[in-house]
């Protein structure tokens, strides 16, 4: 069934689902199809988000387990409501004592029957980890922690299990062929409680004797204990990212598909959910295989659905980051990605691109860091490719190299000059990554590879450049060369390149370059500072001829500011010079020894995220833990690995000062100049997810007003009672974000009347005349003899500069007017009145 407009909800021990029961009603109401849900397996305890899941056959019991899903499923399905589940098919949260799976291959390595569901490489070029497992968890270099008594052999009478216990949180099972040694050194034929005392006793690592017996003892076992900073070296199984708690899994072995997709498989089978978001796409070795799979077995599960349960085809997209230019494969059966490509064209379209030029200027002065983007981009690149991802790299130069060996004609490519060519690609690769299983290649990949081998010939010279090409035939399964290996290789290179760039761009890059910070989000080409009207309508155009269903998103769990932070930042491009007298007043009062380049984007999280009621007891809290996060991503003046409480407690003591002092006042001064600038946009933001083609979705809470920061601020509780209230009123209050819901409900209301119009219907763009024909954007929606107009205004920063209101003075729109298909011609001014935007059957 596909949905008509998601609701997002973040489920968590503190918002389990009996929580979401009140809230039935209200998303009726507002319009919502579909309740699209965080993912609910058995995560870690206490998790906030549910991404780290350690039993993904089972429903959490934090969220009240499989009995409470099912009594929300029914609530929903009685209004008519469905679910749509994310899942987590490229990871699992490892470490700590709660995996099984996890627990079961450090216990007895390849002999596991789980070992096949991590990507480990069983045979590195590191031969003291052949036949291992790196766990890389201690806090300390392995001596420091081994003397310290921070390692304990410990008893799990449940389990008749023998662990070595660090920091009481990581368990590290010891090897059954152990045992009898134990015992005996113990006095004792069986393992009991008593046993396990004597056992602890003499390994106490505290003591040089013991200290002695646990190290042998560690060194016999199937994993080996190690300092977490040695991670990005040494590690020889696949992370998400470079988080060592989250193991990459094989999806790709039909016995781990099998395994992780039993719960929503049944789940979808039953009639309880009525489709998938999956998760990190790109971390999987074939995606197109993957999906491909997925939405085989989802049709297969529709025939055991209940009668009463909506009939398929069950809705099916991926969280996928496409890059300028790039496009989501048709083959993958899905039906589009789950909504940060729309974020980013949304975003850029409410940007003035007369700003571009001064506020580049502005930042390359203030900050002394490169003008543009691309140029910051490829720094990050080398730097996580070198800090974070060096060992995965030299396994894909392994992989290559022996690809090379493999054939006489290219026997002679040295892994040196592949490691520089390898280093030279991903360090101006233009995607995440590409599809091609090395024995084929996607259709849709040819332009990433020929931009990305372009860009690294640039990049290496010429001598080398004949490898660049060699390199990415390779990754379009041409050239020479055993397949086995060269499948092999091209795998490793493509669940590399996809790391790098989600590390190196958007937790890295993003947070370094500080020109304007709405156009630094999850999924954003910063490159590209606006949109035009053209650009937006030609999108639309194309994904309903592509992806007609695709997810619409303008803020997600994941965003690094609100959606309506973002809407009121823009409004400074299209006032350039006043942000940039304003910011060089404020940069004045940064004292020595904070650099400017930080300084910035603090003012412009002050001025994004204020609230349009004053400033509340949280806000400087709030400020100051995005601030630090802001810090240590950026990875210039302190990191997560390598933190500079100096320097951070500095920033926040200033940040805090400036809410504490005067700088109060002219910060709400010049919001105020703004902010109903703002409020359009993000109402223009709304209205335009809800009515363009594709599925809108509403993130959790901003229907009202999000001024919201980067995670987890984005995840805090929301007031639903206020919305709910606020929507049995039909309340328009500006400053409680209520005008916004009751935009997002009128739009909403009417994709349920007319359902095909929406789905199904044509979009155009369509012709205004007069002296704000630049200011409106206009299309039509047309399905049969249904015909929708909708209007937004666009870059009136100007226009309500200073006013205590979105609504435009009278006179502004003059003779402005929207030329509809068939001779009706209609006034702005008319059209608009009070509101900012219209919608309007013609």
Not at 765 to 785: N, Q, S
Request: aromatic share 10%.
């Amino acid at each position: 069934m596909t949905p008509r407009a998601t609701y997002r909800i973040q489920f968590h021990k503190d918002f389990p689902f009996s929580a979401a029961l009140p809230l039935v009603d209200y998303l009726a109401d507002l319009g919502i199809s579909h309740l699209y849900a965080s993912p609910i397996a058995t995560a870690r305890a206490g998790s906030t988000h549910g991404y780290d899941v350690v039993d993904p056959t089972t429903i959490n019991p934090e969220l009240g387990g499989e009995a409470d899903f099912r009594a929300l499923a029914a609530a929903l399905r009685a209004r008519g409501l469905g679910i749509i589940l994310d899942i987590v098919p490229n990871h699992m949260a490892v470490g700590g004592a709660d995996n099984e799976w996890w627990l079961d291959v450090l216990e007895k390595g390849a002999q596991s029957p789980y070992a096949r569901y991590f990507d480990i490489d069983w045979a590195p070029a590191d031969r003291e980890l052949e036949g291992k497992v790196l766990a890389p968890f201690l806090g300390a270099p392995y001596d420091e922690v081994l003397a310290s008594g921070d390692l304990v052999l410990d008893y799990e009478p449940d389990k008749r299990r023998l662990s070595v216990l660090a920091y009481g949180t990581h368990r590290f099972p010891i090897r059954r062929d152990d045992y009898p040694a134990l015992l005996a050194e113990a006095g004792s034929e069986r393992l009991n409680d008593a046993a396990a005392e004597e056992l602890k006793t003499l390994y106490d690592g505290t003591r040089d004797a013991g200290r002695e017996r646990l190290h042998a003892l560690l060194d016999r076992q199937l994993h080996r204990l190690a300092w977490w900073r040695v991670a990005g070296d040494e590690i020889n199984w696949r992370r998400f990212f470079e988080i060592t708690e989250l193991a990459g899994l094989r999806v790709e072995d039909p016995a781990v598909f099998d395994a992780v997709h039993a719960l929503p498989l049944r789940l979808y089978g039953e009639g309880l959910i009525d489709g998938v978001r999956v998760d990190h796409v790109d971390g999987l070795a074939d995606p197109t295989d993957y999906c491909r799979r997925l939405r085989a077995a989802l049709d297969v599960a529709a025939a055991s659905r209940l009668p009463e349960a909506p009939g398929g085809p069950a809705y099916l997209v991926v969280e996928k980051i496409l890059a300028e230019g790039e496009r989501l494969p048709p083959e993958w059966g899905t039906d589009g990605t789950s909504g940060y490509d729309y974020m980013n064209e949304a975003a850029a379209l409410l940007h003035d691109p007369a700003g571009e030029a001064p506020l580049s200027d502005f930042w390359a002065e203030l900050s002394g860091r490169p003008r543009d983007f691309a140029e910051e981009e490829k720094a990050a690149r080398l730097e996580i490719l070198s800090r974070s991802f060096s060992g995965q790299l030299e396994a894909a130069v392994a992989a290559f190299h022996a690809l090379a060996r493999s054939d006489v004609s290219t026997r002679d490519v040295s892994a040196g000059a592949l490691r520089r060519g390898l280093t030279a690609l991903l360090s101006v690769f233009p995607a995440y990554r590409t599809y091609g299983t090395g024995d084929g290649a996607v259709e849709t990949d040819a332009p990433i590879r020929a931009d990305a081998a372009a860009r690294a010939k640039a990049e290496i010279g010429p001598a080398e450049a004949p490898l660049i090409d060699r390199v990415v035939g390779w990754l379009a399964g041409e050239g020479p060369g055993d397949l086995a290996l060269r499948r092999d290789a091209v795998r490793r290179f493509q669940q590399l390149s996809a790391p790098v760039s989600a590390k190196a761009v958007e937790d890295t890059a993003f947070y370094r370059y500080g020109r304007l910070l709405s156009r630094t989000d999850v999924g954003f080409d910063p490159g590209r500072f606006a949109a035009t009207p053209e650009h937006f309508a030609r999108a639309s155009v194309e994904r309903l001829e592509t992806f007609p269903h695709a997810l619409l998103a303008t803020a997600t769990h994941d965003h690094k500011r609100g959606e309506d932070v973002r809407a009121r930042l823009a409004v400074l491009s299209e006032l350039p010079e006043r942000w940039i007298e304003t910011a060089r007043r404020w940069l004045a009062r940064v004292p020595d020894g904070i650099d400017a380049g930080d300084a910035y984007p603090l003012f412009q999280t002050l001025v994004g995220a204020w609230p349009l009621a004053g400033g509340t007891d949280d806000f400087g809290a709030r400020v100051a833990a995005w601030q630090t996060k802001a810090l240590r991503e950026a990875k210039l003046r302190s990191s997560w690995t390598h933190p500079d409480e100096v320097y951070e407690q500095r920033c926040e003591a200033f940040a805090r000062d400036l809410l504490a002092g005067g700088f109060v006042a002219e910060l709400e001064s010049f919001v105020g100049e703004i902010a109903a600038a703002g409020a359009v946009n993000a109402i223009t933001q709304a209205v335009l997810r809800c009515t363009v083609p594709g599925v809108p979705d509403c993130y959790q809470g901003t229907e009202f007003w999000d001024f919201s920061l980067v995670d987890p601020d984005n995840r805090r509780p929301v007031g639903f009672a206020a919305r709910i209230e606020a929507l049995a009123e039909g309340a328009d209050d500006w400053r409680s974000g209520a005008v916004k819901q009751k935009a997002i409900a009128e739009a909403l209301a009417l994709r349920r009347e007319k359902p095909q119009l929406f789905a199904q219907g044509r979009f155009e763009r369509i012709a205004v005349t007069g002296p704000r024909a630049d200011h409106v954007f206009a299309f039509l929606r047309t399905h049969g003899e249904d015909r929708l107009l909708v209007t937004v205004p666009l870059h009136v920063g100007a226009a309500l500069h200073g006013l205590d209101a979105p609504v435009f003075p009278a006179q502004y729109w003059d003779d402005t007017q929207i030329v509809v298909p068939g001779g009706e011609v209609l006034e702005a001014a008319e059209l608009f009145g009070e509101r900012s935007y219209a919608l309007r059957r013609v």
